[in-house]
């Protein structure tokens, strides 16, 4: 069992940065594939960003190529986020998933958190 928790959410303007982290609870943390997916209101939920195991594959989304990283910290069970270059399209709810493989699709997700919201204004 994973427990994922967000955090780093909030309102910034266009052109801004912000950083989520994403806290997981167990042993598998390691073991597993590790995404954040984004839903904005009346639309699908898509995959943002993805890391393997060892963090050395990355894998990220054509509208979020050169502004957002993923990294992750496999000693403190931690994934991270860093978003730069901020765009008011950028506002949606962000997700922590968990899974089996990368890149990870959503058919791959294991484990869900509850999810943190990011506003762009513009």
């Known amino acids: 069992q994973v427990q994922l928790v967000e955090s780093g959410g909030g309102l910034v303007q266009a052109g801004g940065s912000l950083r989520l982290s994403c806290a997981a609870s167990g042993r598998a943390f390691s073991s597993a594939g590790m995404g954040w997916f984004r839903q904005a209101p009346g639309k699908e939920r898509e995959s943002v960003a993805s890391?393997?195991?060892?963090?050395?594959?990355?894998y990220y989304a054509d509208s979020v190529k050169g502004r957002f990283t993923i990294s992750r910290d496999n000693a403190k069970n931690t994934l991270y986020l860093q978003m730069n270059s901020l765009k008011p399209e950028d506002t949606a709810v962000y997700y922590c998933?968990?899974?089996?493989?990368?890149?990870?699709?959503?058919?791959?997700?294991?484990?869900w958190g509850q999810g943190t919201q990011v506003t762009v204004s513009s």
């Open positions: 998933a968990a899974g089996i493989s990368v890149p990870l699709a959503y058919y791959h997700v294991i484990y």
């Open positions: 890391i393997s195991r060892s963090g050395g594959s990355t």
